[in-house]
T-cell receptor
Framework: GAGVSQSPSNKVTEKGKDVELRCDPI?????LYWYRQSLGQGLEFLIY????????KSGLPSDRFSAERTGGSVSTLTIQRTQQEDSAVYLC?????????????FGPGTRLTVT | GNSVTQMEGPVTLSEEAFLTINCTYT??????LFWYVQYPGEGLQLLLK?????DKGSNKGFEATYRKETTSFHLEKGSVQVSDSAVYFC???????????FGTGTQLKVEL
């Protein structure tokens, strides 16, 4: 079956511009996660959605970052006024339910480069 | 807060050699522990996990045992293959919807 997909696969943007990154989770998965993989910080959690509950935004590094999940499916991560330190690979993962018994399936990531 | 420390790479081994990648963690209580693998050009995928002390996770010839007394979850394989070349990440989760805290990753290169 289809896995987690992300688009675009690569994004180059100028400093100060806004960007939107998209994640399509596996159908039927109620939990969705965003992570960031960067040279300086490694792999770090950003935000977590579970069903219709309020998202856990505890990992977002600044108020320039936001995310939404429409209809319990597709999610968009938005970075406003991008900075060079935002350059990273942004990974999305989904699982059937948010819990340690449920495997997270990762997408291929979006490589963001801020020039 | 929670953290994971794993050995730095790259680790270079000959085929059929024994592999150990060390991983230690800091967390309150009893987190769940995971090893994820990222093969070249592919996404992260779960390799194995253990959810309580003394549990052993195993998959594809890899094993790791949850050691509460040493707060460790070292990854081992008795005989590596070229196809095992990848980046390996140790991770933990502690409640809160299984948000993962990752180590920095260890690159493994296996040569003929």
């Amino acid at each position: 079956g289809a896995g987690v997909s992300q688009s675009p696969s690569n994004k180059v943007t100028e400093k100060g511009k806004d960007v939107e990154l998209r994640c399509d989770p596996i159908s039927g998965h109620t939990a969705l996660y965003w992570y960031r993989q960067s040279l300086g910080q490694g792999l770090e959690f950003l935000i977590y959605f579970q069903g219709n509950s309020a998202p856990d935004k505890s990992g977002l590094p600044s108020d320039r970052f936001s995310a939404e999940r429409t209809g319990g499916s597709v999610s968009t991560l938005t970075i406003q006024r991008t900075q060079q330190e935002d350059s990273a690979v942004y990974l999305c993962a989904s699982s059937l339910v948010g819990g340690e018994s449920y495997e997270q399936y990762f997408g291929p990531g979006t490589r963001l480069t801020v020039t | 807060g929670n953290s994971v420390t794993q050995m730095e790479g790259p680790v270079t081994l000959s085929e059929e050699a024994f592999l150990t990648i060390n991983c230690t963690y800091t967390a309150t209580g009893y987190p769940s522990l995971f090893w994820y693998v990222q093969y070249p050009g592919e996404g992260l995928q779960l390799l194995l996990k253990a959810t309580k002390a003394d549990d052993k996770g195993s998959n594809k010839g890899f094993e790791a045992t949850y050691r509460k007394e040493t707060t460790s979850f070292h990854l081992e394989k008795g005989s590596v293959q070229v196809s095992d070349s990848a980046v390996y990440f140790c991770a933990l989760s502690k409640g809160g919807g299984n948000k993962l805290t990752f180590g920095t990753g260890t690159q493994l290169k296996v040569e003929l």
